[in-house]
């Protein structure tokens, strides 16, 4: 009784010690840390990685300012080229409840970064803006805050993120002292031997000889029908359990966490001195579908790697490029176009309008559809600049179309530079091999069966000269049967025996991109001008525009001295690799008349 009062004692003060721990002495769930005060404002404040501490989860960022501000999220090599040579805040590191910074000196201006495609979220805040901060995919991530680029960025930050709780003597305690209360109950329960034998220390009596009492008392070893037996003292076992350890000792275990893983038809004049002819140079779509190929991992796969465009902000771009051209296309306004359209495109459809101004009959440009989203073409180069495809087909797309989009540099937004509808029969090359995240060289071959830009020469040379010696460089395709076709059958008319007839294709260099794709061959996009010139062969021959667009477009509707017509022809083609025997493929085409020019 006396011993067992004390160890009941003791193993409730255990177990009292390891459920305060738990509770009354438990660490705070999270920590902050913040800039210090006497900050050095500049026009961006960059929080990076090492901002969030060790934290694998999502922490809390927490900025106030003065007005607004805008708090964007990017790769942190991406943050850094935008910053390029801006001065700047870094918030680089975290100790105990102070975010370490420093400045950075440089230009004192920048552009607002509110609204760029560089970044994967962007929040607005004006006063005090509290975001989560998580990391949408492994790698390093910052986060850039700046007011308008000239006002000073806030500095006023601080993060907040999960404290490290764990109490890895608690749960020991609380089952040690259990432990150690149940054994002094138990003892409470166990009545001194020497009473099961008729004496007890207590009274004073010396027990009867041969009894188990005497043997205890006399240190017998055992006595006749008595069994054998080792005694140890009650004290020395809750020596053991407490005093060495048993349950203090045990190692804690580790938790581990693993974060969420996260062209349109267009007519063309006759020259003749008799009445006029007009034909199509435009493929036209068929009931012969066109496929889309897949086969290699997309861009942003673990096999390839993180890509430099996120699936979410693809959307957002291909969003905005498409409700720009849907905003020019009615209001047939070519400056609308300029934040996201260049190029190519930006001619072809500005050429579009300019048509349509002067003839109601002229054929609208095809819609840019942002969805849905059959197939992307993303690198995961982090160089400049960057040139994503994407393959769309919207309601009003008859086939799929192939969206050419090029980042000049870090501070531009993605523009479209070319869109293609895809030629009947066709078919879409695969994404980008595994690690493949390199440039295209545009004027060497490299692992290709040709350069980029020799194929686009090659087009604009085949197109001019059908049975020259580009003959036998492409497949059969749509796009070059119907402008081939067109050309000679003008020649032919009879109508136009009175006219001296040219075609003429040539490759704009500065409208070439190309892309690799799944099988070590190349996506190319080229662009061409095509001028159809037509003159009176002879004294008194005419060139007759009466009831073409040419007469919508020049005014005139006879012309003596003749007419040069020019067309802008977008072409997407598919360069196999080098020791390939397969022929160059055209996949997709965009024609638009251009313009027509008396002479």
Known sequence: MKTAVPIIVAG?????????QRTVWAPAETVTASVAQDAQAAPVTVIEPGARGSADGAVEVTVTADGPFT??????????????????????????????????????????PSGSDLWISEEPGDGTLTYRWSEPLEGDWSILLAADGEAPAPTEVSVTRPNDRSTPFALPLIIGGALVVVLGIALLFIAP?????????????????????????????????????????????????????????????????????????????????????????????????????????????????????????LERILGSVASTVADADAASDADRLEPRVAGAALELRTASYAVAAKDAKATAPVPVADAPLLLQMIPTGTEWPRTVVALTQGDDNPVP?????????????????????????????????????????????????????????????????????????FEENSFAEAITEFQSGVVADPGNKAAKITFTHAAEEDGTHALLTGDGGAMVFGYLTHTYTSLPKGEGDTIDLKGTVYQALTGKAVSTKGIDVNYGEAVMMYVPPAGSDDKIRVIGAAQQLVSATLR
Not at 74 to 98: M, N
Not at 232 to 261: E, N, R, Y
Not at 401 to 414: F, G, H, I, M, S
């Open 193 to 313: 031997r020497s009473d099961r034998s008729g004496g007890s220390r207590g009274n004073g009596r010396e027990p009867v000889e041969g009894t188990r009492a005497y043997a205890r008392r006399h240190g017998q070893a055992g006595v006749k029908g008595a069994a054998p037996f080792a005694a140890a003292p009650t004290a020395v076992v809750v020596a053991g359990l407490v005093g060495a350890g048993s349950f203090l000792g045990i190692a804690p275990g580790v938790a581990t966490t693993s974060p969420s893983a996260p062209s349109g038809a267009s007519s063309s004049p006759s020259a003749s001195a008799a009445p006029s002819a007009s034909a199509s140079a435009s493929p036209s779509a068929s009931a012969e579908p066109t496929s889309v190929q897949g086969g290699a991992p997309s861009a942003g796969s673990d096999a390839s790697g993180p890509p430099v465009v996120l699936e979410s902000q």
């Open 71 to 112: 708090l964007a999220v990017g790769r942190t090599s991406d943050v850094e080229a935008w910053v390029g040579e801006a001065a700047h805040l870094e918030v680089t590191g975290v100790s105990e409840d102070t975010l370490s910074s420093e400045r950075i000196d440089g230009e004192e201006t920048v552009p607002d």
């Open 12 to 20: 409730l003060l255990l177990m009292l010690l390891g459920i305060g």
């Open 401 to 473: 179309q192939a969206l050419l989009l090029v980042q000049e540099t870090p501070r531009d937004n993605y523009r479209l530079m070319s869109a293609v509808q895809m030629l009947p029969g066709s078919t879409f090359p695969s994404a980008p091999a595994p690690g493949a995240t390199g440039s295209v060289p545009l004027d060497t071959a490299g692992a290709l069966a040709t350069a980029p830009q020799a194929a686009v020469d090659s087009i604009a040379d085949f197109l001019t000269k059908p049975s020259g010696a580009n003959a036998e460089t």
